[in-house]
């Protein structure tokens, strides 16, 4: 890497993790992301809330550039997501550039998206093993101590189908761990599971915010999001409708849309 | 039901059941008439002169049908391997982002597809007659090298030739349509964790699309078996151009044609053994439990009872209860 994919002049530097200025995404005519701001600190577990449709999954995506935007600026650690800026343009990043920043990120899709033919313990090594070029041994190890900690070291030699649908979700969490990301995306982790598993999932996620992890987690558990969060916006239509401290957003929410939403969901 | 109602039950275990099956006359009257018409096609075949079978035998161990069959073997192998290979780099092609790409392997598809086999093994074999010499050298530039077409394209490799490259087309569109089959989910997966698009496509997409492009690969390499007959057209001995060219000696046409269809039969029976143990290798993962092999089979039929399913895979002890999804 030059020197020329370094932290552009206007950039923040230092400072948040990601920060978005007025990020729009359309699909075709269908306009999903109208200007998205926002920020999210180092070490903060940022919830995204709203309704369906309302934009949140598809800003999520756009983070690891799953999704180009068209308009805005999006940064991640201090660096542009799919652009570099030189002088007062910006160009595209190639295929290979893209892939470098996406290992710093990792993502937990809502349908867990494991390799099926592979055991749980490959699924884990595969990335560090095919991206990182560790040693299978090293990867191994590695791989075996993610699976402890997320209380799966007993399941490494199944197949996901062989797995309940809370086993498969910590599975694809040691898998994203695995990469030693600075930054996890949570895509409705708990949506596809039976209830009396979404616990054993979001015992995994509390665990990660503890230490530190900086977390965005698309969510509808308002419960976690009270407990764990640091801070939470409400998303509709494509826009920030509300933002702050979870606590105070859940119990005294400002605006009418938020209000008729959270009345559904709580 | 109420909890005290279950609890019952649940107390003193029913006696198992003792019932009369459901009897099926239907079946037994199918089986008679079915093993009555057995019995006359066997009569009409074996004492039927006209078949001589003691030619068949015979043929069946004639040195040119021997040789015939290397050469069939040779053929449909080498062939297949470039109709596989040549199949999944136009697949890739197919796919690609690249409009040039995919219009080249579109128009490769489109003539291999669209013109008969025969045509194109007549046409490599007579390649020297519209360009007698082949070179390198620089496009419209100086040559370095060239040779007689006739010299660099024997007759087995115009076969080889007409007949791989028309598979590799054939090939494409199944390894393309077994790529699609792959949920976009894993490609996203693969991607979000920093995997290239080519290590995506070679450990995550392809390893799953093997299970949709093997069973009509299998397909394949049967007709492939079959379609090698054709290179009779261009004169290479293989199995059925080594069976004519004795019937055209000897004008026992139907015996030696029996016996060269045997030949075919016991080819493609080991090909259809070798893609059910091939396909069971892809169903890893895919199936909670692997499917029993034809011996575990022949076991079960003539054993009696059946015994517990093994897991799919030997490592794993068992499943724990519930909670799929």
Request: aromatic share 8%; hydrophobic share 45%.
């Amino acid at each position: 890497m030059t020197d020329l994919t370094k932290t552009p002049a206007d950039a923040p530097t230092g400072g948040p993790m990601v920060k978005a200025e007025a990020v729009h995404k359309s699909y075709g005519p269908v306009e999903v992301l109208k200007g998205i701001d926002l920020e999210v600190k180092q070490s903060e577990v940022f919830c995204l809330v709203g309704p369906s449709g309302s934009g949140k999954s598809t800003f999520l995506r756009c983070i690891n550039h799953l999704e180009k935007i068209n308009g805005g600026r999006l940064w991640v650690d201090g660096e542009l997501v799919g652009y570099q800026q030189r002088g007062d343009k910006l160009y595209e990043l190639k295929d290979r550039e893209v892939a470098l920043k996406r290992r710093d990120i990792g993502m937990v899709f809502q349908r867990f998206n494991l390799f099926p033919h592979m055991t749980a313990v490959e699924n884990v090594m595969e990335a560090p093993v095919q991206v990182r070029r560790e040693s299978k041994a090293a990867a191994k190890e590695h791989a075996m101590a993610l699976l402890e900690r997320v209380g799966l070291a007993g399941k490494a030699g199944n197949y996901p189908s062989q797995l309940s649908g809370g086993q498969q979700q910590r599975v694809a969490i040691a898998r994203a761990l695995a990469m030693k990301p600075k930054l996890m995306l949570f895509d409705e982790p708990t949506s596809a599971l039976d209830p009396e598993l979404v616990g054993e999932v979001l015992d995994v996620m509390r665990g990660l915010a503890e230490e530190g992890m900086t977390m965005i987690v698309v969510t509808h558990e308002m419960g976690f999001a009270r407990e764990v969060g640091d801070a939470l916006v409400f998303m509709d239509g494509g826009v920030v409708v509300e933002s702050g401290n979870p606590r105070e957003v859940l119990t005294n929410p400002q605006h009418e849309r938020t209000r008729a939403f959270l009345s559904k969901v709580l | 039901m109420n909890s005290s109602e279950q609890g019952a039950v649940k107390s003193r275990r029913p006696e198992p059941i003792k019932a009369v099956p459901v009897r099926h006359p239907g079946r037994w009257a199918g089986a008679a008439v079915i093993a009555v018409l057995a019995a006359m096609l066997l009569h009409a075949l074996i004492f039927n002169p006209a078949f001589q079978w003691d030619v068949v035998t015979d043929t069946l161990q004639n040195e040119q049908i021997l040789r015939g069959i290397v050469v069939t073997l040779e053929l449909t192998v080498l062939s297949m391997l470039m109709g596989v290979a040549g199949g999944v780099l136009l697949a890739i092609m197919r796919l690609s982002p690249n409009p040039l790409l995919s219009g080249t392997a579109w128009f490769y598809i489109w003539v291999f597809r669209g013109t008969p086999v025969l045509v194109q093994l007549v046409f490599w074999n007579f390649l020297g007659a519209l360009w007698p010499r082949l070179s390198i050298g620089i496009p419209f530039g100086p040559e370095f090298w060239s040779e007689s077409t006739n010299v660099l394209i024997p007759t087995f490799t115009a076969a080889l030739l007409g007949l791989g490259l028309n598979e590799a087309a054939y090939m494409a569109e199944i390894v393309r349509g077994g790529i699609q089959s792959v949920d976009e989910g894993q490609t996203e997966a693969a991607h979000a964790l920093g995997m290239s698009r080519a290590a995506t496509l070679r450990r995550i997409v392809l390893p799953q699309a093997m299970r949709v492009i093997i069973p009509p690969t299998g397909n394949e390499t049967i007709s492939m078996l079959k379609t090698t007959s054709l290179v009779q057209v261009i004169s290479l001995s293989e199995l059925f151009t080594a069976g004519h060219d004795i019937y055209s000696r000897t004008f026992q046409t139907i015996p030696v044609l029996v016996a060269v269809s045997i030949y075919y039969l016991i080819m493609t029976s080991i090909l259809t053994v070798g893609q059910y143990y091939i396909e069971r290798h892809y169903a890893r993962g895919a199936n909670r439990t692997l499917p029993p092999t034809p011996f575990q089979r022949l076991r079960l039929l003539f054993g009696g009872r059946r015994p517990a399913p093994k897991a799919a895979n030997d490592v794993v002890p068992g499943l724990e209860g519930g909670g799929h999804v």
